[in-house]
């Protein structure tokens, strides 16, 4: 079983920050990629950021430059440090992971249960 666990939500006031954060626990062998998506109401979910186990990154074009995406291999953990947010930022937050539970065992994404970030104008 793995479990993400999501942290660091919240309300901001437009042009702050916030950092999110998402811990995965459980039968881990490996994590391969790992990533960020959100989904605003009314909207589907879409891509935020994501990360190669190696580092490499990707961004949507709306938070380039102002969204960064990085994680911990020891920890298991990922983070996406939000800057100079804008109402249209305002969505609920899902991390994502591609977990190996074992050696003999395909890898799978995981989800993460969902943060809401709210940022007023």
């Known amino acids: 079983q793995v479990q993400l666990v999501e942290s660091g939500g919240g309300l901001v006031q437009a042009g702050g920050s916030l950092i999110l954060s998402c811990a995965v626990s459980?039968?881990?062998?490996?994590?391969?990629?790992m990533g960020w998506y959100r989904q605003a109401p009314g909207k589907q979910r879409e891509l935020v950021a994501d990360i190669t186990f190696g580092g490499s990154t990707n961004y949507a074009d709306s938070v380039k430059g102002r969204f960064t995406i990085s994680r911990d291999n020891a920890k298991n953990t990922e983070y996406l440090q939000m800057n100079s947010l804008k109402p249209e930022d305002t969505a609920v937050y899902y991390c994502?992971?591609?977990?190996?539970?074992?050696?003999?065992?395909?890898?799978?994404?995981?989800w993460g249960q969902g943060t809401q970030v709210t940022v007023s104008s």
């Open positions: 994502s992971a591609v977990v190996k539970v074992s050696i003999w065992e395909r890898a799978q994404a995981y």
């Open positions: 459980g039968s881990i062998f490996s994590i391969n990629g």
